[in-house]
Every structure is written in C-alpha cells, then in structure tokens.
C-alpha cells in the first residue's frame, strides 16, 4: 500500500515513563516552531511539532549483542494514530506483535474542540470501555466517567476542582457498582503532580501516599523531581540534562536507596520532535527496550514511500449488519456480477476454463477495496474481474456494535463457456 510523505519524514521514539510523575510533564518545552499541537487524546509526555497527519508507533526490544545494543527484527507492538485539521487524534488502532488487531480508540470532539467521547473496542470489535467528559463555561475539564463497554455501568469516574493555581482531582473506582476506593490528587496548573491522596475504604477518610518536590533551572525548566511516601520519605528521584532548545537529551531515574533503575536517551529532529528515545535499566545500563514514531506532516514536498499493509484496518468476515448491495445480500451483487460479467475473447481463443477464487473489501464508506486472487486459470480473467469490481456501485457499509466497519468477501466465479 503506497503511501505520499513528506521528505522530512523521520522516526519519532517516545516512552511513557510511569511511577515517580504520576503526573504528566512535557520533557520539551521549546517554542520556535510555528505550530505546537495539544494533542488531545495523545497520551504521550512529548508535545509534537507541527501539523501532523497520521502517526505509526513501533516498539522494539533492545538487546546486548556482542556489546551492540540491537533491536529485535519485529516490533513488540505497534499503534496508529490519526489526527484531525485541528490537531487531535480522532483514532488509534493498535496491533500485537503478530500484526493482529488488539484494540481500536475512537475520539470525539465537541463544537468547541473539546473531548468528550473516547471509545475502546476490543479486538472482537465489540465497546470495551467508553469514557465521556464535561467541561465549564471556561472549558476546563470537571467530570469524566468511563463505563464498561459490555455491563454499561460506571468502573471509575472523576471530578476536578480548579482554582487560579491549582486543580484538585478525585477519582471513584468502583466494582459492581459500589465505590471501592478514592484518589485525590493536587497538581499545578501546568499539570505537574504534587500529591496525591488515598481513601481506601471509600469512607472519606484520605491520607497523603505520596508527594513530589521539583526543582527548576534558571531557564524554567524542572531539573530534578523527587517523589516522597506518606512518611515523607524519598522512594524515587528523577535528574533531567537538556539541549540550547529547552529538550530533555537524557534522563536519569534512581530508586528509594539512590541507585540509578533507569535511564532515558533522547534524540531530536530540526522541529525540536523527539526523534530517539532508547532506556536502559539498572546501574549497568543493561539495554531495555526502543519505541519508534514514523509520522507524517500536512505540508510538505511529498515523496512516496511504502508503508506495510499491515497497518490497515483489519477487515471482518462476520459482523452484526452485513454490507448490503443494491438493497440486497451477497446474492444480489452475485446476480448484478453475472450480468456484467463477459467471457474474456482470449480465454475463448486459448480454451482457457476454470474456477476464480477472489476477495474484496467492503470499506466502511462502501467502495470496494483490496481486490485479490486467491485462485485463477489465467491473469485474462482477473482483468475482466478487476474492470467489474471497479465499476460496482456502492455498498450500503456493515455494521459491528452500531460503528461502521470493513467487511471481507471471498466470492468464487465458475469460468466456462
């Protein structure tokens, strides 16, 4: 599947760093590019630069051989993200280490560019989770609610509380629908952590677990961030070096004894877009694991480039609407087929008869797509299959759990005359 990028088109490594920020902080705080996008709906601690369209993920494990530090063959994992004009991801799709679809995330925005849906679905395609939120009159978030896809009941909801430098979060999770313990968290209004609080008991009564200190440079940015328990005792502490650019080049976490347990590497593009990131474990800097980002911009030169089609969205073969043709099943486009279909001239010359095995792709705007021959007597045939398929009007799309899908027929076609 062929692919226009621009000529800019770099790798993009990113990490999630998760246990002394519970909160999350942006390790590049640079300001010379001309468009900085939120990212709603992405996760990542990077801000990205620039107008982008589409984002591939790819995660690799690293590994020590013969003191190179080499990544393995095939991604662990891999995500697709899309985003809108405004700059939001409206889909991410990802996939195990096999290429399988494991889950796909569908965002929504209200009028004002506000989330206010995001919904999970499993690789079954059937709602795992979905998550709605509210905002005040400013468009500050106040409420978020996540159900369960299956029992549509409330597994965890939160609300927010802000003040001019400030904002407060408590957080109810729940188990068959009684609360089963609360969060409160304090953060800055720049979103950095600095305590959070737990009820275990769900009975109002909160103690501190942890709470973190920052130190800034006297550029702004945070240089070191260390993360205390409920004894005010440091468990973690986190050592960040940056570039003329106000970027994180290296990062150093070290545990509760002062022993460094990880360490982040950072690599930079010409639009301060992280562009390497590689972690390593333990005082010995054992290699960990890579995560690369190929992403593509809006405006550019556009140059082609092959993208695997595995990262298409894989296509059912049952779902709970099927795709309809002409107001009709399967049959019905077997009926149109026939009508269109002719017998090659060369086919009929050359004697050539059998049996044609072909699958197609109902997309979820109906147009036919991914057409291949799983069997044919000779390529004369596949041509006149081609020329009808390519003429087909449109499907009315298929349906799984309400969310337009794409569908997968094998349609056999018996060849004589």
């Known amino acids: 599947m062929e692919h226009t990028k621009r ?31 939120t990212r709603q709906g992405w996760d990542e601690l990077f801000p990205i630069h620039g107008d ?94 996540e159900y369960s896809g299956s029992a549509k009941i409330i597994v965890k909801e939160n609300y927010t509380y802000h003040t001019d430098s400030m904002q407060v979060k408590y957080t109810w999770f729940r188990k ?35 709470w973190n200190s920052y130190q800034y440079g006297e550029d702004g940015t945070i240089s070191e961030i260390v993360s205390y328990n409920e004894n005010n005792i440091a468990v ?56 690369e980002y190929y992403y593509d911009y809006r405006d550019d030169v556009e140059i082609d480039l092959q993208i695997p089609d595995s990262y298409e969205e894989p296509a059912f073969i049952k779902v709970d609407v099927m795709p309809k043709f002409m107001g009709g099943d399967l049959n019905t486009f077997r009926m149109w087929f026939a009508q269109e279909f002719k017998i090659p001239e060369k086919a009929v010359q050359k004697k050539i008869q059998g049996k ?3 699958q197609f792709v109902v997309e979820r705007d ?26 087909s009007p449109k499907w009315t799309p298929g349906y799984q759990r309400g969310v337009p899908v794409r569908v997968r027929y094998i349609l056999p076609i018996d060849c004589r005359f």
């Open 52 to 145: 982008v369209v589409s984002v591939i993920r790819k995660e690799y494990t690293l590994n020590d051989v013969f003191g190179q530090h080499v990544k393995d063959d095939k991604p662990s994992n891999t995500e697709v993200y899309k985003f809108n004009t405004l700059g939001d991801v409206v889909e991410c799709t990802k996939y195990k280490s096999n290429d399988v679809l494991e889950s796909k995330t569908l965002y929504k925005y209200s009028p004002d560019n506000l989330l206010v849906d995001k919904s999970l679905y499993g690789e079954d395609g059937f709602l795992s989770i979905k998550t709605l939120y509210t905002y005040d009159e400013n468009g500050l978030l106040t409420e978020t609610k």
């Open 366 to 391: 109906g147009s036919i797509s991914n057409i291949e021959f799983l069997q044919s007597p000779d390529p004369v045939y596949n041509e006149e299959i081609i020329r009808i398929l390519n003429k």
């Open 176 to 210: 068959n629908g009684d609360i089963s313990f609360v969060t409160k968290e304090t953060l800055d209004n720049s979103g950095n952590t600095l305590s959070s609080e737990l009820d275990s008991n769900g009975d109002g009564t909160f103690y501190r677990n942890r």
């Open 7 to 37: 000529s800019s088109m770099k790798f993009l490594l990113l990490v999630m760093i998760c246990g002394i920020i519970e909160g999350q902080v942006s390790l590049c705080n640079a300001q010379n590019s001309s468009h900085i996008q």
């Open 236 to 291: 973690s502490r986190e050592l960040r070096e940056y570039n003329s650019d106000k970027c994180v080049i290296a990062l150093f976490v070290y545990d509760y004894e002062n022993k460094l347990s990880d360490k982040y590497e950072y690599q930079y593009d010409e639009f301060n877009n992280v562009i390497e990131i590689r972690q390593y474990w333990s005082e010995l800097l054992l290699p960990q694991n890579i995560v």
């Open 356 to 358: 044609v095995v072909v």
